[in-house]
């Protein structure tokens, strides 16, 4: 069955980086853009970034823009996130999705409704 799997999250000080790691498994990696989402304690779920199935399309929210790098390597099945010159904001649970239709180009600002799969969430910290 379709699996993500969510690492590298931690306790960070602001201006620190992390990477975050989306392990896929059970369905055609190629085929899907992939999302990194994310939830703070008391706020709704946003989008943070995309990467279309193809590498040719990256999309990011403007809070994020010039500090977050999406990539994938599809030999790993697996998509990244870059995260550096973090702030005390972006603490929250990262959860990544993957997309419910093959060879999409994915909309931005996302819709949730299109990502049919979610990871369990890995938790990032900003705090001095």
């Known amino acids: 069955q379709v699996q993500l799997v969510e690492s590298g999250g931690g306790l960070v000080q602001p201006g620190g980086s992390l990477r975050l790691s989306c392990a896929a498994s059970?369905?055609?990696?190629?085929?899907?853009?992939i999302g990194w989402f994310r939830q703070a304690p008391g706020k709704e779920r946003e989008g943070v970034s995309c990467?279309?199935?193809?590498?040719?399309?990256?999309y990011y929210t403007d809070s994020v823009k010039g500090r977050f790098t999406i990539s994938r390597d599809n030999a790993k099945k697996t998509v990244y996130l870059q995260m550096d010159s973090l702030k005390p904001e972006d603490t929250a649970v990262y959860y990544c999705?993957?997309?419910?239709?093959?060879?999409?180009?994915?909309?931005?600002?996302?819709?949730?409704?299109?990502?049919?799969?979610w990871g369990q969430g890995t938790q990032v910290t900003v705090s001095s």
């Open positions: 990467i279309s199935s193809n590498n040719f399309n990256t």
């Open positions: 059970g369905f055609t990696f190629d085929y899907y853009a």
């Open positions: 999705a993957k997309s419910s239709r093959t060879w999409w180009t994915p909309q931005w600002p996302p819709i949730f409704s299109d990502y049919d799969s």
